[in-house]
């Protein structure tokens, strides 16, 4: 593992133990087993640090979006083709949603742009509304407001993840188990889309 990526792992690692405040460089630079200024030859601050992890997240997750709303085939099998791809994803990055979630409570400006600007390449997420939009007016899918669809799609898939930690106490389950609830998880939500949306 070359030194960068190995920053990049303890950080992340740090991160989600401690939260952006209460870590210090020092104490990656300790868990990572390097030096500080070996630390800050890579990155200067945490800030920096942070925002790489936070920038590999988006570009990790932002491609999975735009290839399922961009894909040929109704609404219906792009939406099953996003939460498979997200929560498979996530599994393997369970980092993800924890770091982009923060990072868009700081309402950073030029964060907010690029992560809309990756979300919006060649008009796709327009063009995804009025997919959605004209297969209601075709009777295929019930009225919804196609925003509010797109909401309650991300919140079905990424909030379990979030509230991980929370849920996993709250119904005693292991890690191991919680993961197998999340793989469960793609025929649930997609159960209940279907059920919701199609008429």
């Avoid at 790489?52 to 099998?77: D, H």
């Avoid at 939406?79 to 868009?104: C, G, Q, R, T």
């Avoid at 509230?163 to 997609?190: C, N, S």
Wanted: glycine residues 4%.
């Amino acid at each position: 593992m070359d030194t960068e990526t190995l920053i990049l792992e303890t950080a992340t690692r740090v991160f989600l133990k401690k939260g952006f405040d209460g870590t210090r460089m020092q104490e990656i630079a300790n868990e990572a087993n390097i030096n500080k200024s070996m630390l800050h030859y890579y990155y200067r601050s945490k800030e920096l640090l942070f925002e790489k992890i936070v920038e590999n997240s988006v570009s990790l997750i932002a491609p999975l979006f735009l290839e399922a709303i961009t894909m040929e085939g109704p609404v219906m099998t792009k939406l099953e083709k996003l939460v498979d791809s997200y929560i498979d994803a996530i599994l393997e990055n369970p980092h993800v949603p924890l770091f982009i979630l923060y990072e868009l409570s700081q309402k950073r400006v030029e964060f907010i742009q690029v992560f809309q600007e990756k979300l919006h390449q060649n008009d796709a997420l327009p063009r995804f509304v009025k997919q959605i939009e004209e297969e209601q007016a075709k009777g295929i899918l019930k009225p919804m407001d196609a925003r509010h669809l797109i909401l309650t799609v991300m919140s079905l898939i990424v909030f379990p993840f979030i509230g991980r930690q929370v849920f996993q106490g709250l119904l005693d389950v292991t890690p191991a188990t919680y993961d197998g609830m999340m793989e469960e998880r793609k025929k649930i939500v997609m159960t209940f889309l279907k059920d919701t949306l199609l008429k």
